[in-house]
């Protein structure tokens, strides 16, 4: 979504690293520039003046004119401005003291509530939580179905008493939830609420209510982040009539410009505190300012990667793989195993935008193809259990057979063994360089540990002999002494090995001419 504003701003602060000095002509281009791409990304105008005016006031200070170096300061205090607008520090869940912890969801008609509803209950889940979906929209028809199905796909039960489509009292839904709560020792209660296609009397009335009947402990404003500045006018309206004390921004995977969500937490003063980015229940997670701010500045957003990782990747299957590496024992399972756990993580693209500098690589990252890990697997589990532990007994027939098996040609099989071999090995060798257990060491080195030069090689080694080379007392090697056919001499050099003749004259050697180039 915010891909235009980051190739903006990513543009504009790249054309100040290349200078040594910034004239204050320099920073108001610089800011000038920032101010337009804040505007095309759709932020609100008060929000771009506030952030111009503090970015142009730090970078006119002693803060970068004392800089050792001033671009690299203004791309600094450019950061720490988005973050501030951004919420400044992450905003956690306030947890009821006794439980259950109720947490109250508003918004428009369309937003995604009910999914979102979902979504926030699974990742409660993965934080050792046990929460219970609430079906308060007892207007918008099927909305009571739709949350009992995001409730079973999550692993989360629903409570619907009512079956809506304009029947029933949502009001009463929300208050006998409590109790149902604690009879059935639910420690967090997820209450969904009615929207509306527009903000209007009778909807404020009816969330207002709700709130009033279950006291919630939050009350999370549900903004779709594609519908422009109208986020913004929306946020005010349920601000000044039901009151809410966070924003969870959804469908930030659209191609709309967004910069109208980056004004809700400054118009309202309420934090962004979770954001979703798919359709798929894991496509959600806590809202960071400071990770969010890197990402649009193109500077990524590692410590989200790592979190990631540390989620979908055993640390016990990890650490065995590790070892296997250094000692090449690594199989075609293990490789598996490590395929699958990356998939978990999502679309590869996705998680190679995170890393600095992608967002100089995004034709590149287009065109990244997930399927064709799905077609590895397929080969991989095509094999028996054996062939996966020693791919060396792959023979052209078992070839054939795996390729038909999974649908794949020929080439596509000799591929992956032979890229395994090759991947195996240099994963062996760098576990060698950096230290691992059972590394192979690289790097050729003489016997006095020194290097090699290229081009300085010492030549074939010559074959060992028993208890070393016989030599004459003058230093001269023996060669009589030596084994058949290491003595054997070329002509000319006959009598050698008897030591030099008495005024022997090497020029009158006679060596065989070398051949004329034809």
């Not at 000038?32 to 005016?53: G, H, N, S, W, Y």
């Not at 500045?229 to 946020?235: I, K, L, R």
């Not at 030596?482 to 002509?491: D, K, T």
Request: net charge neutral; glycine share 12%.
């Amino acid at each position: 979504m915010f891909d235009t504003l980051s190739d903006r701003l990513t543009s504009v602060l790249q054309n100040l690293r290349g200078r040594g000095r910034l004239s204050e002509a320099d920073i108001d281009a610089t800011a000038r520039e920032i101010r337009i791409a804040l505007l095309e990304a759709d932020v609100a105008l008060p929000v771009v003046r506030t952030f111009i005016a503090q970015i142009k006031e730090r970078a006119k200070g002693a803060e970068v004119s004392g800089a050792l170096n001033p671009a690299q300061q203004v791309v600094k205090i450019v950061n720490e401005e988005l973050v501030a607008i951004l919420g400044g520090e992450t905003r956690r869940l306030s947890l009821a003291k006794n439980p259950p912890t109720v947490i109250m969801l508003a918004g428009l008609q369309g937003s995604g509530k009910t999914t979102l509803a979902g979504k926030l209950a699974r990742w409660l889940v993965g934080q050792g939580h046990t929460p219970l979906l609430v079906a308060c929209d007892l207007q918008r028809p099927n909305a009571v179905n739709q949350l009992q199905v995001v409730g079973e796909r999550a692993g989360v039960p629903t409570y619907a008493p009512e079956p809506g489509n304009g029947v029933g009292d949502p009001v009463d839904v929300a208050r006998r939830s409590i109790d149902e709560a604690r009879r059935a020792q639910h420690d967090v209660v997820i209450v969904d609420t009615a929207g509306r296609l527009g903000v209007d009397e009778e909807m404020m009335r009816q969330a207002a209510d709700i709130r009033e009947a279950v006291q919630p402990d939050e009350v999370l404003f549900v903004v779709d982040a594609m519908i422009g500045q109208d986020a913004v006018n929306t946020a005010e309206a349920f601000r000044d009539g039901v009151g809410f004390t966070g924003v969870v921004l959804t469908k930030l995977d659209g191609d709309a410009r967004g910069g109208a969500a980056l004004s809700v937490r400054e118009v309202t003063g309420q934090p962004i505190m979770f954001a979703s980015n798919g359709e798929k229940l894991e496509d959600f997670d806590a809202f960071h300012p400071d990770r969010m701010a890197s990402r649009i500045l193109g500077m990524g957003d590692v410590l989200t990667l790592i979190e990631q990782a540390e989620q979908a990747f055993d640390k016990d299957q990890a650490e065995a793989a590790a070892a296997k590496i250094g000692t090449g024992e690594l199989t075609l399972e293990d490789f598996l195993e490590q395929m699958l756990a990356v998939r978990k993580m999502g679309p590869i693209a996705n998680l190679l935008g995170m890393l600095p500098g992608a967002g100089q690589m995004k034709d590149q990252l287009a065109q990244v193809d997930d399927s064709h890990l799905d077609r590895l697997q397929a080969i991989i589990r095509g094999m028996t259990p054996a062939e996966r532990n020693d791919p060396k007994i792959i023979n052209a027939s078992r070839r054939q057979r795996i390729a038909k098996g999974s649908g794949v040609a020929i080439r596509e099989v000799n591929d992956l063994v032979n890229r395994f071999y090759e991947a195996r090995k240099m994963m062996q060798q760098m576990a060698g360089r950096f230290g691992f257990p059972g590394g192979a060491r690289g790097g050729s080195k003489t016997r006095k540990g020194k290097k090699g030069k290229k081009g300085k090689g010492r030549g074939p080694t010559p074959p060992k002999v028993r208890g070393g080379m016989p030599m004459f007392p003058g230093g001269m090697p023996d060669l009589s002494k030596m084994p058949p056919g290491l003595g054997e001499l070329p002509p000319g050099l006959a009598g050698l090995d008897q030591g030099l003749p008495p005024g022997f004259d090497p020029s009158k050697l006679k060596f065989p001419k070398k051949p004329k180039d034809n």
